[in-house]
């Protein structure tokens, strides 16, 4: 069973930067998609960022020129990061990855609290 770990959330005040990484256990078969969600209490989850398997990146309009998302390969197990710099309270979530293969099946992470201070 393929299960994903995500790590590098936590408290950061206004302007401060945060790196959220989110590793498979065991690599998904012909990953496709991997992406960034995220939910604030009260609001749906959103999509924040997806990465293809091609490279192709895309952003929410909130995070552009501000989160960097990014993939690797290593030892057989597929990475993905999410660089948040000039963070803004309005970003403070639950930050979770998804990841889909070629056949539409998907996995989600448990989720990485990131609280942004004013």
């Known amino acids: 069973q393929v299960q994903l770990v995500e790590s590098g959330g936590g408290l950061v005040q206004a302007g401060g930067s945060l790196r959220l990484s989110c590793a498979a256990s065991?690599?998904?078969?012909?990953?496709?998609?991997m992406a960034w969600y995220r939910q604030s209490p009260g609001k749906q989850r959103e999509l924040v960022a997806t990465?293809?398997?091609?490279?192709?990146?895309?952003?929410a309009d909130s995070v552009k020129d501000r989160f960097f998302i990014s993939r690797e390969r290593e030892s057989a197990k597929n990475t993905v990061y999410l660089q948040m710099n000039s963070l803004k309270p309005e970003d403070t979530a639950v930050y979770y990855c998804?990841?889909?293969?070629?056949?539409?099946?998907?996995?989600w992470g448990q989720g990485t609290q990131v609280t942004v201070s004013s």
């Open positions: 990465i293809s398997s091609g490279g192709r990146k895309e952003y």
């Open positions: 998804n990841v889909d293969n070629i056949w539409g099946d998907e996995w």
């Open positions: 065991r690599s998904p078969f012909r990953v496709n998609n």
